[in-house]
């Protein structure tokens, strides 16, 4: 059992060393010395604590204004570090090095496998994903490990634009393609086997009653959340409520080096 005092006085101390930082001078890379604090972050996020737990110090009062900056901050921290190494990736003589260098990349093979074992997609499939960012890392790993083509659907044009150099410069360009725009482009015209709705594609529930009314019956999404212990604290939409139409027929829990959760659902008719 986690001691819950010390776990609420280190999120309002981590709170109180980033209070003044926007998230602007942050995706700037302007208050880097705010890095370590979101290092102390993962780290509270990979400790042991049920599920009873983190939904007391959730419904902590005090607690819920910290979180929801601290939540905002995290994510902006994340996207920071997506750019960061996009462009390192552009530059790089050697790509494919610099691709398999980056932290985070035996996560995306790990999520990859989730998602083509989740939807039981086969090689030569098509999938979409909302929210691809400038770092398309699971598209560019479903096709590597899996043959599965994808479509990114990024609303920021410069990311979009970043996201476009680096995979003409890994020569993906036939396998995956990236447009602007975002979950109104849906459904697209082309056939896909399964649409992804990325972690940082938000709101939830907009996007979720937008495909509701327009995807046909038997279409396959997956979305992923963060449900073990205190990482659902750092997901400002870890739980939101599906419109009537879905139905969930897969949950995939996370194994080492993954943290989310992958969640499989399907279109079943009208909704409402």
Known sequence: MADLDLVKKEFLDIYASLSDVTETSLLNGIQAGSYPFFQRLDRM??????DREAEE?????ELRKAMAHICRLKRINGL???IDNARTIIQSPAPWEAVRQFVYYP???ELARM???????LSGDKVVF?????LPLTLICLWTRYGIKGIGIEQCPEYADLSRQLIRGLGLAEEIRIIEGNHYCLPLAEDCSLIMIGADALPKDEIFSHLADRLEEGTKLSYRIYEKGLRRLLDVQSSFDLPAG?????RIRPQPPVNNTSVFISKEGKAG
């Open 115 to 121: 998602e083509s074992s989740g939807a039981n997609l």
């Open 107 to 109: 996560n995306y093979l």
């Open 80 to 82: 920071r570090m997506e």
């Open 130 to 134: 909302l929210g691809s960012g400038p």
């Open 45 to 50: 996020a990979a400790m042991d604590v049920d």
């Open 57 to 61: 110090i959730r419904r902590d009062k």
């Open 246 to 250: 879905f139905r969930q027929y897969r």
